[in-house]
């Protein structure tokens, strides 16, 4: 097997285990194009990142990118608890990142080229939302967050061509949290489907907890049409 971990940004990288066919490499922080692209050339079997939510979305940019999602099984080894750790159950350390076994996760798409992780997440917000077909806000709320949805079925027939925006049947993969002020007490209402649209008052989106640099006042979100095949998930 090959693998190829990268350590991203300040890390300890004194932690990280060697031998047993593991290539370590140093990474900037969230890395681009220049840092990976190469890298996955040099890449047969498993890819594992060790950094924060937003370096593991950065890299599978550049998996999208390259054509690499479908033949790479990818390791995630947090520096800390995160959304990802706990929307996946995934635990600290490099164990399940090296050696775990992988299974096909969503992977969710926005409308600006990037990607979610975990979490993608406006708030507060005020506009319209929907989820598919169905409107899940009309107005005010304290948040909206979309994640990946973990116990979405596996795509029946993945595909990497970019036309495929439609999948058939339609499968879910997008979990949308949307979070009102009730009269008590907050009120929490979840929604699944395929794609969210949201058109909104002007607003900061955050990905994975990195805000996107200029204020938007509509994203899309969308299920990939090739799973993430994510280890010790």
Known sequence: MSTTALSCGNVDRTARPSGHGVRWVDVPAVPGRADVDSLL???EDRL???GTDADLAAVLVR???KN???DLVVGYAPVEESAATRLYGLPLGFEAALHGAARPVPLVRDD???LLVASGRIE???GQVYCD???VLNGPALSIEISPDPNAKPLPEPTADPLAADLEPAVDGVRVTTVRRGFLRRRTEIARGRAVQASFRSATVLRDGVAHPRPAEKWGWYRHTEDLRLAGA
């Open 133 to 135: 077909d169905q409107q």
């Open 63 to 65: 998996l999208l990118r």
């Open 48 to 50: 594992v990142v060790h």
């Open 124 to 126: 507060p917000i005020t």
């Open 68 to 70: 690499r999602i479908a």
């Open 112 to 114: 600006s080229g990037g």
């Open 41 to 43: 050339a040099e890449t």
